[in-house]
C-alpha cells in the first residue's frame, strides 16, 4: 500500500553529510558564493536581533530541527519575527496558505530579510538560504542527525579540492553556534564539523519536540492523508517503522534484502503493520497484495509519524536516536554491516550502541520482530537506558545549566558546560528543546551586544 504524496524537486546539488562530493559546477557555486559572502561580510551590514530566518536541507524542505524551532517561535515568541526562507516554490506556498511568513531565498524580499536578519538557523550549513546575504548574521547550525556514521571533514571534505576545502574550512568558523542533542557525541561533532566545544550547546533537537506530542503546524510539510491513515491504524495494530539509511555506492534496494510476501505473512499473525520509509534519494515500489506493508513518502518528514510507532527496524540512520527518547523497541537489519562499517565508518563501535537484536539476515529480522513485538517481556530496555545516557544524558531534556529555563540555582547538572552551555526541561512539556534553544540564542545575542558595547 502506498501513501506517497508529493516530494518536492531538489534544485539545488550540496555536499552532504556523508561527504558526498558535487560536480564541478557545484564547487565553482560554492566558490562563488563564498566570495559574495565575504564580500558582504566586510560591508558588515546593519541586522536586526528581532528578525530571525530559518532553512533546511539545502533549501529543499520544510523539516527537521529548523521547523520546529521555527514553530516553536511562530506561536510563543511574539517579540520575534520568524521568517522561512526555501529554494522550492511549492514550500512557499504551502507556509503561506498556513499563515506563516515565508519567501523563496533568491526573491527580491528573501534576498532583503536574509541580509537584515539578526540571526540564521541552519540543518546543514550557510546553503540552507541564500548564503552570501547571511554573512554577519548570528549563525546557528541545528544539524540533522546524530553522527553514529562519520561526517564531514572525517568523511568526503577531506578529499575536495584545495580551494573547495579552504573556503569550507573558512566557513566552518562562521558557525556562532552548533546545538548537539548530549554531551556523549561533543566528540564526534567537534571532529567531523571543526567546531570547537565553546561555540556548542547542549540543548536536545527541537524536532524530537514532535515525538510527545502534536506541534501546533507540524502537518505542513507532511501528507495529511498519511498521517491520518498511520493514526487510524495505530488505534487498531501495532505499527513497526523501517526507516533505512542510503546507500550511495550501490543501486540495489533494501527491498531486496526482504521477502516480502513471507513479512506481509509474519506481520498478519501478530496483528501488526509495517510502514516502510526509505531515505529521499532512494526508492521502493512495493508490489500489489501486501495487506500490511505500508509506505510513506520519502521527502515527507517523519518525525509526526513516528510517535505512534510501537517499533522501530532501521541500519544505520541516526533517527533511533531520536527514537529512544520514547523508550520503545528498536531491532536493526544491518545485513551489510562490514561493508558499511568499511567504507563510511563509525564513530563508536556499532554493536555497542545498537540497543536490541542486530540482525544480518532475513530470518534473523523476523526473530527480532518477534522479539520487539513480544508484550510480556521487553528484552533490551535495559541497553536502551543505556545508550541514552551515555550519548544522549538520557534527554528528558538535557543536563541543566544555573541560567537555563527551567534549572534550580546551584543545582547544575556536572556535566551542564562541558561543551559551553546545557538547557533544560521536562521531555513532555510543549517545545521543550525548541524553547531551549530560543532562550540560549536570546542569550548570546545579549552577551554579544554586551561586549560590543565595551
Keep these: 500500500m502506498d501513501l506517497s504524496g508529493r516530494v518536492p524537486e531538489v534544485t539545488e546539488s550540496l555536499t552532504d553529510a556523508a561527504g558526498a562530493l558535487p560536480s564541478l559546477a557545484g564547487h565553482a557555486s560554492f ?31 520544510f523539516a527537521d530541527n529548523a521547523k520546529y524551532l521555527f514553530l516553536h517561535v511562530a506561536a510563543e515568541c511574539p517579540d520575534i519575527r520568524p521568517v522561512w526562507l526555501s529554494k522550492d ?23 532583503l530579510l536574509t541580509l537584515r536578519a539578526g540571526v540564521v538557523f541552519l540543518t546543514q550549513g550557510h546553503r540552507d538560504v541564500a548564503m552570501p546575504a547571511a554573512a554577519g548574521a548570528f549563525a546557528v547550525l541545528l544539524w540533522h542527525g ?19 576545502r579552504r573556503a569550507h574550512a573558512d566557513m566552518a568558523r562562521e558557525f556562532d553556534l552548533l546545538t ?59 505499527l513497526v517503522f523501517y526507516l533505512p539509511t542510503f546507500r550511495e555506492w550501490t543501486d540495489e534496494s533494501v527491498a531486496d534484502r526482504l521477502d516480502l510476501p513471507a513479512l506481509d505473512a509474519f506481520l498478519a499473525e501478530r496483528d501488526a503493520t509495517l510502514v516502510f520509509k526509505t531515505h529521499p534519494r532512494d526508492r521502493l515500489d512495493l508490489p500489489d497484495g501486501l495487506a500490511n506493508v505500508v509506505q ?44 558499511y562499517r568499511a567504507r563510511r565508518g563509525f564513530y563508536f563501535d556499532y554493536e555497542s550502541v545498537a540497543p536490541g537484536p542486530v540482525a ?25 537506558a543505556a545508550v541514552r545516557t551515555r550519548l544522549l544524558g538520557g534527554d528528558p531534556a538535557v543536563g541543566k545549566s544555573p541560567d537555563a529555563p527551567g534549572s534550580t ?30 532562550a540560549l540564542v536570546r542569550r548570546r545575542l545579549a552577551e554579544t551586544r554586551e561586549n560590543r558595547e565595551r
Excluded at 516554490?89 to 515565508?102: D, H, I, K, T
Excluded at 553514529?148 to 579540492?161: E, M, Q, V, Y
Aim: charged share 25%.
Design 409 to 438: 540555582p546551584g543545582g547544575a547538572d556536572p556535566r551542564a558546560n562541558d561543551a559551553g552551555d546545557s538547557t533544560a526541561s521536562d521531555s513532555a512539556a510543549a517545545g521543550a528543546r525548541s524553547a531551549a534553544v530560543a
Design 31 to 61: 566558490l562563488g558564493q563564498w566570495a559574495l559572502y565575504r564580500g558582504i561580510d566586510a560591508v558588515d551590514p546593519a541586522r536586526d536581533e528581532t528578525l530571525w530566518v530559518f532553512g533546511a536541507q539545502g533549501g529543499a524542505a
Design 360 to 384: 544480518d539476515s532475513f530470518d534473523g529480522l523476523l526473530a527480532g520482530l518477534d522479539r520487539a513485538l513480544d508484550p510480556t517481556d521487553d528484552a533490551d530496555a535495559a541497553d536502551r
Design 146 to 164: 546524530v553522527p553514529l556514521k562519520r561526517i564531514s571533514w572525517d568523511a568526503g571534505f577531506r578529499d575536495l579540492p584545495g580551494p573547495v
Design 89 to 111: 516554490s511549492e514550500v512557499v506556498r504551502e507556509l503561506q496558505a498556513e499563515g506563516f511568513e515565508a519567501y523563496h531565498c533568491y526573491s527580491p524580499r528573501g534576498l
Design 296 to 339: 510513506l513518502p520519502g521527502a515527507t518528514d517523519v518525525y509526526p509519524f513516528l510517535r505512534h510507532a510501537d517499533a522501530l527496524v532501521t541500519d544505520y540512520s541516526s533517527v533511533y536516536f531520536d527514537y529512544l527518547l520514547l523508550d520503545r523497541p528498536v531491532v536493526f537489519y544491518a545485513y551489510d554491516l562490514a561493508e
Design 180 to 238: 548537539v542533542p548530549g554531551e556523549g557525541v561533543v566528540d564526534p561533532f567537534a571532529s567531523g564539523l571543526r567546531v570547537g566545544r565553546e561555540r556548542m550547546a547542549v540543548t536536545g533537537y527541537p524536532r524530537n519536540d514532535a515525538l510527545f506530542g502534536e506541534i501546533p503546524g507540524e502537518t505542513v510539510g507532511v501528507d495529511a492523508a498519511a498521517l491520518d491513515r498511520v493514526q487510524t491504524l495505530s488505534t487498531e495494530r501495532e
